[in-house]
Structure formats: structure tokens, C-alpha cells
């Protein structure tokens, strides 16, 4: 069975098809590309399987259960995580408690544990704040802890992101344009902690990316969308060749010099 | 004894505030303003929880003190008192010792419920749009109020005098500034547990960014449900309070105005900050009495004094830092006798 299996997905808004027919089939442990021009309902894709948006048509099967029209969080639950194309971090907070809320799930207490601070609120408050240490040190992130996420230099926000997409415990990580507005020295490094995070956490990632560097060197398999259809799927390599990709995607451009 | 330092603290202050109550040490008037501030704490500090740390702009606090109020009145008068309305008193008057707790929290409960009307609008609507609601709210319940004639609609509802009254004839205790007491340092002292709980953090991640929150696994409504109902339950808990101070309530104290009021003293005390809430609360008040003796120009100096803020210090007193935050010795002295 699939990770993700998606069959059919359509969403309008309104009068306007974003996405038409999207069709995948999502392995355990896969690393895909999902990439377009502007306005190919890349971002579209992510928020219907998310939950943000309900899906005028279709299925989207997580782990061979319909997760279109769960409530976001649900679908959080279920373990599917992601990072926002423009960053979205909870910026009054430090960096350490945007880390505790992502876990906000499955804290696995309530408000009447909170009031009487009950032996299940300390133990699961000091697993939570174990799991948020945990991610700061992998992420390399624990000098921002008491940090306001403001405050940090952009590729640390963007990792912060990552960071607390992990805290959710993810098994699919949906990630929106990591590398936008990256220098090449931070799209490096970036590249490295997506291998090295995908590895270690047994992770199925799935990314939308206008850097071709990073999709061509990171991606195992590449799905190109334009106007909402998929024109084309399959290793790099082949896509790089594929001339309806090159016309509708680049216009004459060779690929790598994107 | 050292681990709950605050509470030993506010235990000793309280006993001794009741010590001094119980041999008339202190006027009725200073007893008095110190019931205010008390019940101007729960207010202020409940209202900062959706206005400051959920970020959502609530402005009908007072409709919910209204319900809290109405409710643990008619149930005192009806349950220990004889009333003309509600007959002879259902209990022996003399357990309102006992009951009165329950009856206030069945106030405090209904105020919940009535913060529903709130919270599940916000689902769908905030900002601008969720305040106006809220502004609906507090009319609804006035309205609602001054047409019942059996609890005497405009005119207003009385008699829980008598019900304190058996309470002291069981046991000559200043009860009413006792329940003050120990309700205004519940509700510090529950807020302070829910706002730094994982859990309790959620509205702020909700008021920073709500579709982040959803989307990183926060049950955004469940959230708003428990806020709104926590906030309001509290308004409806000073509101039982109150009404037992002076003994009589009609619909014309909870409008708009009292709203208005709590409003400026969470703005005062900074948004998102519990001490700054206790602060402003405790000055608020102090400062309404200090300016009495102005009579109707006070209604002038106090707003005037409110534009100076703004514009000085529009974070108000604390921003949204609390004491701790200020004064890092505190916070040390206190973690040092903590881990003691």
C-alpha cells in the first residue's frame, strides 16, 4: 500500500481550476519533487492535502485512509507535517516553545490536568520539552532557544520551520520552497539536512522547489505541474529531456541553467 | 513550605486582610475598595486572556458578569431566603455557609456556557467582525435581563444581602471579603498554570499565526471553546462576587461601560501579561477612588490620563512582559527556594 495515494483531485476556486486530475502514488520512504511555473497549483496541492482546503473532487488516501476534509490538525495527527512557502512561525514565542506547541496533538492532557498539575501533566509536559531540547540540538538550533523566531537569520527560521514540522512526528513532510531566498551556501547545507533529516527520522519527503539545483540533485522522481495538470513525472534525468516540460516550464532554456 | 512560596504569601496576606476585616480595624470603605480591586483582578486578568494572549478583541466582559451575577444571585435568594417571587427558602438558610461556593461556581458555569455564544461564532469570524459579536452578546444579556419582570427586569434584583447575613450569623467570619480572597487568587493562579502550559500556549500560537496553529496540529476550535469559556466563566465568577457585596444588581451596571472598563484596565496592564492585569487592577481602582472628590470631572481626568498612556506607553505598564521578567532577581529568588 502507498503512503500517499491520491486519485483524481480537482479543486476550484471558484470559476478558476488550480488543479485538474492530479493523480499520485506516493511510496514509504520516497523522496519526490513537485515543481511549475508560478501559478500551476503546486502550493494548491499542498493545501488540499493538508486539509487547509477541501477538495472540490477526488481522494486523497494517507496510509489507505481519506483524509480530504479532515480538519488540518486531524490530518497533523495522522503524520503528515509541513514547512509554508512564506515562513509562518509563531513569532511573540520563543524558539523552544513554537518546538512545544507543534506537539500541541498529542500533549495527551487537558485543561483540567493543567489546573491541578496532575502527575500526567509534569510527565508528559517534560517529554514534550525533551522532544523541543532533542530537535534543537539535531537542528543545530539550541543557541536561539529563548529566541523569538523574528530574530533569527533566515535560514535559521527556515530550519526552525523544518525543526517544528519534526516536532509533529511526521511521517510525510511536505515542504514548500525550503530553499526560497537562500544563499548557495545555506541551499548546500540545506540539501545535506534534507538527505540527513530524511534518513535519520525514516522520513517520505515531498517538496515543491523553484531551485532546479536542489530538486535535481535531492529528488529521487519529479512531477511537473502547469495550469493544474500534471505534463510530466519521473526521475530527474528524464524530466531534465522532456520536451513538453522544457516548452511549458523553461520555454527554450536548457533545464540545469535555471 | 518553600516550594509554593506565592501561595504561603498570599495566604498570609489574605489572613491577615481577614483578621483586620473581622476586628474593624479597616473602615467599610477600605473594605470596600479592596473588594473591588479583587473582583477588578478577575476581570482584568480573565479579559487578557482573549484579548491579550488569544489576541482577539472581546469587548461584552460585562455580559458575561451579568449571567454570573443574575445566576448565583437567584440561586442564593431562591434556595436559602424567603422572597416574594420565589417563596420560602428551599434549604435551611443556614447552609448558604456551604453552598455559597456552589452557587457561585453554578453562576461561573453558566457565564461559561453563555461565552459559547462567543466562541462559536470566532470559528468562523474574528478580529473587527468577532468583536462586534461579542458587543451583541453583552446587549443580548442585558436586554434579555431587563425583560424578565420576575427577577425584576429594569428595576433590578435584590436580597442576597440576607443570604450573607445567615452565613455570618453560623460563623462571624467577613465571608464575602473571604470568597473575594479566595477566588481572585484561584484565578491568578489558575490563568498562571494555563498560560504557561504547552497547552495554554496554543491561543498565543492561534493569536501569532491561527492558520500555522491548525496546520501544526492545534485543535484551533477546541482551543477557542476552552479560552472563551475559561474567560467568561471567570467574568461570571466576579460577577456572582459583586453582586453579593452590595446586595442588589440591575441590568444598567453590566452594559458597555463595564465592559469598557475592564477593557481599559487590560490595556493599561499590558496585553498578554497576568502581573500586568493584577497591577493595573489594583491602580485602576485605587486610582477611581483617589479622584472621587472630583465627582464628574473625573470622568474627564481618567480618560485624559488614558490618551497620556497611549501615547507615552501604548504597551502599557508591562508590555507583555511579566514581573519576573522585570525584576530577574525575582525570578531567581523564587527558583531558588523552588528547588529547595
Known sequence: MALLEIRKLTHYFGGLRAVANFNLQLEGGELLGLIGPNGAGKTTVFNLVCGFYKPTEGEILFQGKDIAGLRPHAVTAMGVARTFQNIRLWNTLTVFDNLCIAQHFRLGYGLADVILQTGRFVARERHVRRTAEELLEIMGLRHYAGE?????????????EIAR????????????????????????????????????????????????????????????????????????????QNPRVIQAYLGSEELSHA | ????????????????????????????YAQLVLMFIGINIILSSSLNLINGYMGEFSCGHAGFMAVGAYVSSILNVWLFTSHKVFGPPVLSPSSAVYLFPVTLLAGAFAAALAGLLVAFPSFRTRGDYLAIITLAVNYIVKSSVENIQVIGGA?????????????????RV?????????FTGLTVWVLHRFVSSSYGKGIVAIRDDEIAAEIMGVDTRRMKVAAFMLS???????????????????????????STEVMVMVYLGGMGSLSGSVLSAVVFTLILEVLRPLQVIKWVVIPLLLILLMLLRPEGIMGNRELTDVFPGLRRWFSAHKGA
Request: aromatic share 10%; charged share 20%; proline share 5%.
Open chain 2, 1 to 28: 513550605m518553600r516550594r509554593h512560596f506565592g501561595l504561603w504569601l498570599y495566604l498570609a496576606f489574605s489572613l491577615g486582610i481577614l483578621a483586620v476585616c473581622h476586628y474593624e480595624a479597616l473602615t467599610a
Open chain 1, 165 to 240: 514540522a519534526l516536532a509533529t512526528q511526521p511521517k510525510l513532510l511536505l515542504l514548500d520552497e525550503p530553499a526560497a531566498g537562500m544563499n548557495p551556501g545555506e541551499i548546500d547545507q540545506l540539501v545535506e539536512s534534507i538527505r540527513w533529516i530524511r534518513e535519520s527520522f525514516a522520513l517520505t519527503v515531498w517538496l515543491i522547489e523553484h531551485h532546479m539545483r536542489v530538486v535535481m540533485s535531492v529528488c529521487e522522481r519529479v512531477q511537473v505541474l502547469d495550469f493544474g495538470e500534471t505534463i510530466a513525472d519521473g526521475p530527474p534525468e528524464a524530466i531534465k
Open chain 2, 155 to 171: 428595576r433590578g434584583f435584590m436580597g442576597m444581602r440576607k443570604v450573607i447575613e445567615e452565613m455570618e450569623a453560623v460563623w
Open chain 2, 174 to 182: 467577613p465571608w464575602i471579603m473571604f470568597w473575594i480572597l479566595v
Open chain 1, 148 to 160: 523569538n523566531p523574528g530574530n533569527l537569520p533566515y535560514g535559521m527560521q527556515r530550519r526552525l
Open chain 2, 232 to 258: 467568561s466563566g471567570m467574568a461570571g465568577l466576579a460577577g456572582g462576587l459583586f453582586a453579593h457585596i452590595l446586595g442588589y444588581i440591575n441590568p444598567g451596571t453590566f452594559t458597555i461601560m463595564k
